[in-house]
């Protein structure tokens, strides 16, 4: 047979890409990359995805990535569209983020030849003109082998063993003097008292956070308590703050509370995302506090991002700088709109004097406009899209 009539095989600049921990934003890239036919290969430290009470309601920079993913419809089917938040129709999709990353990792290792490592835990990262590598051990028993690719990406969170390795302990921000306990409840909010599908409490030491996040009438409750007690002490505090803000002061046999976790909150921002083949995204790369969301939505439009960059390489499209505009264009978004707007949040619902914010808060302010105004809130929330860029833009163009 004429060899000019079989098929050329491309010849791809890279050939796999090794991702740092299965949670979110990792499995996300993952999905994305691997659907895109990139080959990927996740290690991750646990044995199991994580099960604790996490994020749950994803704001509207971050589904362009779930369809794109091609996860959007089953994201509604398996949960829901919050449209009522606070009165307002804000289409927030909202799905249990240990049910999100299950979703997730089926779809990589079960429909795209993604592959997962579990119980690999990454103790350090190099990389050389080849490749990069991690060091990983496994298991519990001591063992150690190095694990290569072409690219290390550390999707490993707020302690990310890659974000060490390349900066040691330098994690330019701050730790708020403030502690907050998130919980998964059940508790009759809309039933019983007509509230929202999520609501916010303003209060200088009782603010809290109500969210629904299962049809059945499973509710986030995130709310503030005193900063440096053990976990043990907030447990046995729980009952006491549930009767105090919740309405309706409900005694421990009139809910029921299916998880518990106390966190710290950072703002915090690593000073490169890129260093050679060792890049990092969502709180491996920043932090910021959990209220209105901008943590899980900021670290999914990271990988987003990302993805665009790896796959322009992939198909020729772009070469390696692209993968500096990545850092450079992440990190600007982080210090224009994720920080300074989550900082403002946080502050916002645990005001001191909760009777005179409403005065003193342009965006309430703009809010309250926008119920009576829908052309007006439109605008107002195509704002947060603000927070995504096209890297695709920077893709050589066509001959």
Known sequence: MDSSSTPQEVKRPFSKVVIIGAGPSGLLLALLLAKHGIPVHILEASSQLDSQPRAAHYGPPAIPEFVRAGIADAIRARGMVLSD?????????????QELDRLMLDEVTGKYGGTIAWEHRVVGVGQDAEGAW???EVGGG???KVVRGDYVVGCDGANSVVR????????????WDAQIIATNTYYPFEEKFGWHDANFIIHPE???????????GLYRITYGETPGLTRDEYLARQPWKFETILPGHPKPDEYKMVNFSPYKMHQRCAPKFRV?????????AHLCNPWGGLGITGGFVDVGGLYDCLAGIWDGKADESILD???EKRIEKWKTIIDPISQENFRRVSDKDPATRFER?????????GKTDEAFLKELLTAPMDVRYDFTQHYKKAA
Do not use: N, W
Request: charge should be negative.
């Open 85 to 97: 938040v606070e009165g307002m129709d804000l289409r927030t999709h909202c799905l249990p983020l």
């Open 134 to 136: 991690c060091e990983v």
């Open 142 to 144: 001591g063992e150690r």
């Open 164 to 175: 060490r390795s390349l900066f040691g302990d330098e994690f330019p921000g701050f730790t």
């Open 206 to 216: 009782h603010f809290f956070m109500a969210a629904r996040i299962t049809r059945d």
């Open 276 to 284: 050679g083949r060792v890049l990092l995204a969502a709180d491996a």
């Open 325 to 327: 505009l990545y850092s």
């Open 361 to 369: 808060d342009e965006f309430m302010q703009l809010l309250k406009k």
